[in-house]
Structures are given as structure tokens and as C-alpha cells.
């Protein structure tokens, strides 16, 4: 059975930094590319990073988080890794990591989410 | 950016009900469209990929018609458990955006 399970959330003050995991289970991280998706309080969905099956060779995130935050895996582990820094009261919400279909470019549907991890930034 | 724009917002209806929800892009996406269910303090749910293929396990009273920039879910008999917000999803290009959302609410 495939499982994503977040952790690493918490509340951090403006600037700080903060390094969200995500376990991967009933399926090999190298196999599929990852997302990363954030839901603000009472908001709707917005995409923030990928990690395509290669690793590191394909990366992409959106504008907003471009120099702050960096996506990794590790396979050896099953896990998938967003290290945010610099944060912002803007980045503030709940982290999902997403299973894409296909390793294609740009990122496809998302047939697997955790269960989301909460960010709080906040002084 | 593409920006995705569904309507309504809000939307009432009873059990039993045939639901219609938009989406719209503002440039052409062909058919790289996906439709997401998601209840409170849940994770979004696959539903519908490539406009109208639906995902396995999903019930077919849920389906997807579209093409271009103009795109439509249908719930074809609204059952108590598909009250719930349902987002639309583009990944024509990065970054993938998703709409606003639909709440579809007991009428």
C-alpha cells in the first residue's frame, strides 16, 4: 500500500528555517517524480516544488520560493526533504508532499498525498 | 503563470442532485487537467485526470468534459459524501496552479 507520511512541521519565527520530511512507503522514491504542495489557513492549494525521478538533475520550484527553499531526497531512506529558510508569514500553512503519475515535465496529477504537515511563521 | 478560475465559489445543493462545476484557463491547457475532492482536515483526493479519464476507484457518477481553456466536473447524482470543496488542477506548464476551489454544500 503506498504511504506518504509528513513530518518536520512547527512553528518558527520570520527568517528562520525549517526542514520538512516525507516518508515514502509501498513505492521507490526513484521511481516517481515528488511534489510539494502548501494550503494556507482556509486557502486553496498551491504547488511549490518538484523533484523529478533523476534527483537533482530535475528541479523546479515556483518564484516565490526560488533561492529559500530547496527539495532532496534520500534513497536510502525512501524520503523526500523540503529545507525551507529565509521563511516568511506568507509560506505559513499546511505542507503536502504528492506522488506524480509520470516523470514528465512539467509535473503531472497527483495520485498519492500525505496527510500534510502544519508551518506556522509567526514572531 | 496560467490562472485557473472556477465557478461558483459556493455552490448548494441536495442529495441526489446533478452538480456542474467550471474551470477556465487563461491560455490554452489542451487536456492537461485534473479535478481534486477535499474534505476538512483531509488531503486532496484524485478524481479525474486528462479532463475525463477517471481515476480507478472512483465512483462514475463523477466526470470530466473539456479541452482548450474551458473545462467542466459532473457529479451526476450528489451522494452525502461528496459534500466538499473540488479543485481543479492544470499541468500544461510550470508552475502547475490550481483553481480557487468549489465548496459544494448541503442545500
Known amino acids: 500500500e503506498v504511504q506518504l507520511v509528513e513530518s518536520g512541521g512547527g512553528l518558527v519565527q520570520p527568517g528562520g528555517s525549517l526542514k520538512l520530511s516525507c516518508e515514502a512507503t509501498?513505492?521507490?522514491?526513484?521511481?516517481?517524480?515528488m511534489n510539494w504542495v502548501r494550503q494556507a489557513p482556509g486557502k486553496g492549494l498551491e504547488w511549490v516544488a518538484y523533484?523529478?525521478?533523476?534527483?537533482?538533475?530535475?528541479?523546479f520550484y515556483r518564484d516565490s520560493v526560488k533561492g529559500r527553499f530547496a527539495v532532496s531526497r534520500d534513497t536510502a531512506k525512501n524520503s523526500l526533504y523540503l529545507a525551507m529558510n529565509s521563511l516568511r508569514d506568507e509560506d505559513t500553512g499546511v505542507y503536502y508532499c504528492?506522488?506524480?503519475?509520470?516523470?514528465?515535465?512539467?509535473?503531472?496529477?497527483?495520485?498519492?498525498w500525505g496527510q500534510g504537515t502544519l508551518v506556522t511563521v509567526s514572531s | 503563470d496560467i490562472q485557473m478560475t472556477q465557478s461558483p465559489s459556493t455552490l448548494s445543493a441536495s442529495v441526489g442532485d446533478r452538480v456542474t462545476v467550471t474551470c477556465r484557463a487563461s491560455?490554452?491547457?489542451?487536456?492537461?487537467l485534473a479535478w481534486y475532492q477535499q474534505k476538512p482536515g483531509e488531503a486532496p483526493n484524485l478524481l479525474i485526470y486528462?479532463?475525463?479519464t477517471l481515476e480507478r476507484g472512483v465512483p462514475s457518477r463523477f466526470s470530466g468534459t473539456g479541452s482548450g481553456t474551458e473545462f467542466t466536473l459532473t457529479i451526476s447524482g450528489l451522494q452525502p459524501e461528496d459534500y466538499a470543496t473540488y479543485y481543479c488542477?492544470?499541468?500544461?506548464?510550470?508552475?502547475?496552479?490550481f483553481g480557487q476551489g468549489t465548496r459544494v454544500e448541503i442545500k
Open positions: 486528462k479532463s475525463s
Open positions: 491560455q490554452s491547457i489542451s487536456s492537461w
Open positions: 488542477q492544470q499541468y500544461d506548464a510550470i508552475p502547475v496552479t
Open positions: 504528492a506522488r506524480g503519475v509520470s516523470d514528465g515535465i512539467p509535473p503531472d496529477q497527483f495520485d498519492y
Open positions: 523533484l523529478g525521478s533523476r534527483g537533482s538533475s530535475t528541479i
Open positions: 509501498g513505492f521507490a522514491l526513484s521511481s516517481y517524480s
